[in-house]
């Protein structure tokens, strides 16, 4: 019941949602996450943000990072989408949908998923301010918020 | 450098090579392929003639992978395998 997708096209909330939300009556539970780009970044805003990702092994990261949410909690469905290419301000760039019979199942693993998504799938961005383009760097409270999946005896 | 040539010969292979994020930027110029026998020994390889991007490969948070596995720098390379460089990633 699993959906990983990584694609350049946006995607629609509320068809993600409905889709969850349909796919058994044993679903008493559907968390949503939306990341959207900034308009700015270290301070000064930006044109556009562009992601590069490894194809193929993103699609297997994402998988493991969908099978281990799946070993830590009683979960129905999750849906992972990635966009990549060019993307501008106010644009969606990933989305989390996970559907259970309870929600701190569904709350906990949406968040667990874009925890290790941040800092384990290989997606890397670039944003373009003034017409210069430069990586983003990656942040310790990423890593940080990760670790705590680590010290919870399972 | 005949020795070396024939220690290549004998435990090298062609390997295929991506650099990823800030990486590929400082590999434009990098060829495609590479003989060598470990990622260290890319990486030692690539010194000669682009000290700038062994520097940042040489960064602590930089992984390497084989065939899409992150491996150790020292993991054994068969011929044809795909080796890439990681910086520290930003998605999300």
Same mark, same amino acid.
């Given at each position: 019941m699993n959906s990983i997708r990584i694609q350049t096209h946006d995607f629609n909330l509320a068809e993600e949602y409905q889709l969850?939300?349909?796919l058994s009556p044993a679903?008493?539970?559907?968390?949503?996450?939306?990341?959207?780009?900034?308009?700015?970044?270290? #301070?000064?805003?930006? #044109?556009?943000l562009t992601l590069q990702h490894y194809p193929g092994m993103t699609e297997k990261l994402l998988q493991e990072i969908v099978d281990q949410a799946n070993q830590r909690w009683d979960l129905i469905a999750i849906t992972l989408i990635h966009r990549v290419g060019e993307?501008?301000?106010? #644009?969606?760039?990933?989305?989390?949908?996970?559907?259970?019979?309870?929600?701190?199942?569904a709350?906990?693993?949406?968040?667990?998923?874009? #925890?290790y998504l941040k800092t384990k799938a290989t997606f890397w961005k670039q944003v373009s301010q003034d017409g210069k383009q430069h990586w983003?760097?990656?942040k310790d409270s990423d890593s940080t918020a990760a670790a705590r999946w680590n010290t919870r005896g399972d | 450098m005949a020795n070396r040539v024939v220690g290549y010969q004998r435990t090298t292979a062609l390997i295929k090579l991506l650099f990823f994020g800030r990486l590929g930027d400082?590999?434009?110029q990098v060829p495609a392929t590479i003989q060598a026998s470990t990622p260290a020994e890319i990486r030692e390889r690539l010194n000669a003639d682009y000290p700038d991007l062994v520097k940042e490969l040489c960064q602590p948070q930089v992984l390497v992978s084989v065939n899409q596995m992150i491996v150790s720098w020292e993991q054994?390379?068969?011929a044809g395998s795909e080796v890439a460089f990681l910086p520290p990633v930003t998605g999300g």
């Open positions: 969850l939300r349909e679903v008493g539970a559907v968390v949503t996450f939306t990341g959207l780009v900034r308009d700015f970044e270290l #301070d000064s805003s930006i #044109d556009s993307l501008l301000p106010r #644009d969606q760039i990933v989305f989390v949908g996970v559907a259970s019979q309870h929600r701190v199942a709350f906990e693993a949406a968040q667990f998923l874009m #925890d983003v760097e990656s | 400082f590999a434009k054994p390379l068969a």
